[in-house]
């Protein structure tokens, strides 16, 4: 089993529509980060948490440190949200562990 | 122009040829990476320099090399580079470490 695991896989939804990634871990964790990855490759980073909620945009990321369990939610989608979206996790000093990512496609 | 740049963005070599991935940042970052992504994995760690003078293995190093020219640069060397090493190789500095890693555009490496 991965430390890091994500759900759903991959998903598709009508442009406008709410959206939520699910992030589960099963280490000690100091961060949490969500990533996104563009469908050219690059990746940016979103979110830095290591407690409670913050919010950008349509973008809102929440994380429940005891739970062990971190959300990415998407409201009003749209097509450019489109990308692959990764959850990492810092534990240790240098060590990140990354998600294997989900896959999101926003039809218009 | 783009905080941390990689060269080239597209390799294609075969196998035993030595081939070295070049990051350069603008960031003026003291944290560097070098991760690897495959299909259906997550990035995982190869090496990171927290100075110039200071570089160490991450998980899945054997088989790759590296160099901190300067505090900018940040080489990764397949010194002698085989098929399962096709993979797209990304380069991140960060200010500190924990802090938000900032990405360069990645490399995709093929080796046949």
């Known amino acids: 089993k991965n430390e890091v695991e994500q759900s759903p896989q991959n998903l598709t939804a009508q442009e406008g529509e709410f959206i939520t990634i699910n992030c589960s871990y099963s280490?000690?964790?100091?961060?949490l980060h969500w990533l996104q990855q563009h469908p050219g490759g690059g990746i940016v980073s979103l979110f830095m948490l290591s407690s409670g909620k913050k919010k950008h945009g349509r973008l809102i990321a929440t994380i429940n440190i005891q739970e062990k369990h971190s959300s990415l939610h998407i409201t009003a989608s749209h097509p450019r949200d489109s990308a692959v979206y990764i959850c990492a996790v810092r534990s240790g000093t240098y060590k990140y562990i990354f998600g294997t990512g989900t896959r999101l496609k926003v039809l218009a | 122009d783009a905080d941390v740049t990689q060269t080239p963005r597209n390799r294609i070599t075969k196998t035993g040829k030595r081939i070295m991935l070049e990051c350069s940042q603008t960031?003026?970052?003291?944290?560097m990476y070098w991760y690897r992504q495959d299909p259906g994995l997550g990035l995982r760690l190869i090496y990171y320099?927290?100075?110039?003078?200071?570089?160490n293995k991450g998980e899945i190093s054997d088989g790759y090399s590296v160099s901190r020219q300067a505090q900018a640069k940040f080489s990764l060397s397949l010194e002698s580079a085989i098929p399962n090493q096709t993979a797209l190789y990304f380069c991140?500095?960060?200010?500190?470490?924990?802090?938000?890693?900032?990405f360069g555009p990645g490399t995709r490496l093929t080796v046949l």
């Open positions: 280490v000690g964790i100091s961060a």
């Open positions: 960031k003026g970052h003291d944290r």
């Open positions: 991140a500095t960060s200010e500190n470490v924990g802090y938000e890693q900032f």
């Open positions: 320099s927290f100075d110039v003078k200071d570089i």
